[in-house]
């Protein structure tokens, strides 16, 4: 698969002072398949829901436009109440809404 038919994505968002995010980007068309494979293997009471607190939908495929989507996400100055932070153990924490 080449980068810009990349459908998901997990990444860590670094900032210039340290401090790290989570992010699992996907386009709704893969929000869709997992919903699918979760009708047909009964979990998340059958493919009823996706819940995932670094989740961010994307419109458009590809590499290229995750890291749009990261850029923007950080120029907002919103990072820290839309994702979760990664703390000093490498685990997330829940972002304040």
Do not use: F
């Amino acid at each position: 698969m080449d980068d810009e038919s990349m459908e998901l994505g997990d990444s860590i968002i670094t900032l210039p002072n340290g401090v790290r995010y989570s992010a699992c980007m996907m386009t709704k068309e893969e929000v869709t398949r997992i919903m699918e494979r979760e009708e047909m293997s009964g979990e998340s009471l059958s493919g009823s829901y996706l819940c995932q607190p670094d989740l961010v939908i994307i419109k458009n495929k590809g590499a290229s436009a995750m890291v749009d989507v990261v850029r923007d996400i950080v120029k907002s100055g919103d990072i820290a109440k839309q994702l979760p932070r990664i703390g000093e153990d490498d685990e997330p924490d829940m972002p304040v809404m």
